[in-house]
Nanobody
Framework: QERFVESGGGLVQPGGSLRLSCELP????????MAWYRQAPGKQRELVAV???????GVIDSVKGRFKISRDDAKDTLYLEMNDLKPEDTGVYLC?????????WGQGTQVTVSS
């Protein structure tokens, strides 16, 4: 069973920035495709950004130009840099790893964007 260590969430004003981290210590981190999801109250969980093992990355249209996903395989860590945050970015952000049909989830870190 994989154990994620997620951090970086918090309360921020609109237009502010946060950097989320997801560490997967003791794992073969480089073998996993990694992603960030988020879930807002009363809404379905949605994919926000992906960072594949082949180096390809991508984000959804609503955060394009504001969010950046990256991974450091030497540090077993996934990042999500979030800039120009908006109230609609509020939610629990969850780290996800996948290898074929094997999928693991972190417990999530709360991001609240409010004035």
């Amino acid at each position: 069973q994989e154990r994620f260590v997620e951090s970086g969430g918090g309360l921020v004003q609109p237009g502010g920035s946060l950097r989320l981290s997801c560490e997967l210590p003791g794992s073969i981190f480089g073998a996993w495709d990694m992603a960030w999801y988020r879930q807002a109250p009363g809404k379905q969980r949605e994919l926000v950004a992906v960072a594949a093992t082949d180096g390809k990355v991508g984000v959804i249209d609503s955060v394009k130009g504001r969010f950046k996903i990256s991974r450091d395989d030497a540090k077993d860590t996934l990042y999500l840099e979030m800039n120009d945050l908006k109230p609609e970015d509020t939610g629990v952000y969850l780290c996800n790893s996948s290898f074929g049909a094997v999928v693991h989830w972190g417990q999530g870190t709360q991001v609240t964007v409010s004035s």
